[in-house]
């Protein structure tokens, strides 16, 4: 074994593994690998951080065999488009940031959550390519499931087309709710993708939206939103119609979903809550992530005002 050890200086002042560096002439995955192998102490305590400060005065020592190589450990993978909930060999379950798209909108478009996954599993080794089962809107966080293969994807698809999949969200809409309620129409798109309300069955899709109210904060109100079918901007469009728009919702009655507590560019929508039964065991799964910071600190401030 060999054992550096020296009092920082003036000349070493700053990071430990720069120190570490300077003691051992590793390379900087050498001298990850020490750090991650509990290879390093600063004034006699483990330290595991590559980015510790250290001072005048401190001892720094490197205890480690010269003849093994010490591989640094893998890194938790970080995506601002995503956080993962959960993953197996057949799917993976994923927290999406809002501002992002889950598909390209447009042809050659690679900043989106699809693309995003599909480098993480490169990074990982593995030949899959996510892929895609629903989708969420651009301005609109939570919970997605992407399957690993088009046979996975396709088991999946089937649960959503039968409508089998738990959805919950939360949302601040503009105005006072009651305490809950159920909006039924069928959703139609306009010649410019706009998506409207009509009660003509032949004329668009079934949507059925539930909702209960948890509080109301100053003109606006904190809901749990239920989707009894997930058509694109379902609940965007239900809750325009009814005249309480979701706060920050540029496209559906802009004119009411302004708030001067709502500063973020984004909708005050969230995927909450998914479940749904896995595609090869049949074992129901039910994931939850928490609503972002920005509706929460909404709800916090006017609550406190």
Known sequence: ???????VGAELVGRADR????????????????????????NGERCAS????VVCGDVVEAQYDAHRRYHERPRPWEDDAFRIIAED?????VDKAAGVLTVPAHPGETNTVVHAISRYFAHRGLRERAQVVHRLDHDVSGLLVFAKSRDIAEKLQ???EERKPEREYEAIVHGVMPAQGTFESYLATSRNLQRYSTQYPNAGQLAVTHFQLQSVVHGASWLRVWLETGRRNQIRVHFADAGHPVLGDPRYRPDLSSHPQWRVKRLALHAAVLGFRHPITGRPLRFEAAAPLAMRSFVGEQRRS
Do not use: E, Y
């Open 1 to 7: 074994m060999v054992l550096k050890r020296v009092a």
């Open 19 to 42: 120190v570490v560096q300077k003691l051992t002439g590793l390379s900087r995955s050498g001298i990850r690998g020490l750090f991650d192998h509990d290879c390093v102490t600063v």
């Open 89 to 93: 060999q057949h799917l993976i379950v």
């Open 158 to 160: 089937d649960q959503f």
């Open 50 to 53: 590559i980015g510790a400060g």
